[in-house]
C-alpha cells in the first residue's frame, strides 16, 4: 500500500523558505506511470494546486506562486521536496504531498493518494 | 486560466435524499475531471475520475456525469457518512467546494 508522509518545520517566519520533503514508501517515485505534487489548504478554505514534478525532475508550478516555488525530486531516497520562499501570513496552510496520474506534469487527471498533511503556520 | 465553478457552496441534506453538485469550468474542458470528498482534518479522498470512472473501493451510490463545460457529482441516497465537502478538479485547478450538511 502506497504511503506518502510530509515532515518539515511547523513554524515558519514571516520572509523566510518554508521547505517540506515527503517521502513515499510503498512505491517507487521513479515509476513511469506517476507524478508527484504538493497541494495546500489554508484553514478553513478550498484547495490550492503548487505544483508537480516527474522523477525525471520535469516540473510545473501554479503561475500564481511559481516566482516563489521550487520543487525537486531524489530518486535515491524514494522523496520529492517543496521550498516556497518570501513566505507571509497568506502562505499558513495544510499541506499535502500527493501522487498524481495523468498525461504530463500539466495535465494531471486525478490524484489518487494523499499524504495526511501537515499544517504549517506562519509568524514572528 | 481555467475556472471551476462549483455549486451550490453548501447544501443541507436527509439521510436518503438524492444529492447533485455541479461544477461549470469557464470554457469547455476534456472529460478528465475529478472529484474527491473531504471531512474535517482529512486528505481528499478520490470519488470520480475522468467525469464519470468509479474509483475502486467508492460506493456505487456515488456517480459523476458530464462533458464540455458542465459536470455533476451524484449522490443518489445519501448516507451518514457522506457528510463532508466535496471539490471537483481539473489539471492544476479546484472548484471552490461544497460542503453537504445535514438537515
Known amino acids: 500500500q502506497l504511503q506518502l508522509q510530509e515532515s518539515g518545520p511547523g513554524l515558519v517566519k514571516p520572509s523566510e523558505t518554508l521547505s517540506l520533503t515527503c517521502t513515499v514508501s510503498?512505491?517507487?517515485?521513479?515509476?513511469?506511470?506517476?507524478?508527484w505534487g504538493w497541494i495546500r489548504q489554508p484553514p478553513g478554505k478550498g484547495l490550492e494546486w503548487i505544483g508537480s514534478?516527474?522523477?525525471?525532475?520535469?516540473?510545473y508550478y501554479n503561475p500564481s506562486l511559481k516566482s516563489r516555488v521550487t520543487i525537486s525530486v531524489d530518486t535515491s531516497k524514494n522523496q520529492f521536496s517543496l521550498k516556497l520562499s518570501s513566505v507571509t501570513a497568506a502562505d499558513t496552510a495544510v499541506y499535502y504531498c500527493?501522487?498524481?496520474?495523468?498525461?504530463?506534469?500539466?495535465?494531471?487527471?486525478?490524484?489518487?493518494?494523499w499524504g495526511q498533511g501537515t499544517l504549517v503556520t506562519v509568524s514572528s | 486560466a481555467i475556472q471551476l465553478t462549483q455549486s451550490p457552496s453548501s447544501l443541507s441534506a436527509s439521510v436518503g435524499d438524492r444529492v447533485t453538485i455541479t461544477c461549470r469550468a469557464s470554457?469547455?474542458?476534456?472529460?478528465?475531471l475529478a472529484w474527491y470528498q473531504q471531512k474535517p482534518g482529512k486528505a481528499p479522498k478520490l470519488l470520480i475520475y475522468?467525469?464519470?470512472s468509479l474509483e475502486s473501493g467508492v460506493p456505487s451510490r456515488f456517480s459523476g456525469s458530464g462533458s464540455g463545460t458542465d459536470f455533476t457529482l451524484t449522490i443518489s441516497s445519501l448516507q451518514p457518512e457522506d457528510f463532508a465537502t466535496y471539490y471537483c478538479?481539473?489539471?492544476?485547478?479546484f472548484g471552490g467546494g461544497t460542503k453537504v450538511e445535514i438537515k
Open positions: 500527493a501522487r498524481l496520474v495523468g498525461l504530463g506534469v500539466t495535465k494531471v487527471r486525478f490524484i489518487d493518494y
Open positions: 510503498g512505491g517507487s517515485i521513479s515509476s513511469s506511470s506517476y507524478y
Open positions: 514534478i516527474y522523477y525525471s525532475g520535469s516540473t
Open positions: 470554457q469547455g474542458i476534456s472529460s478528465a
Open positions: 475522468d467525469a464519470s
Open positions: 478538479q481539473q489539471f492544476d485547478t
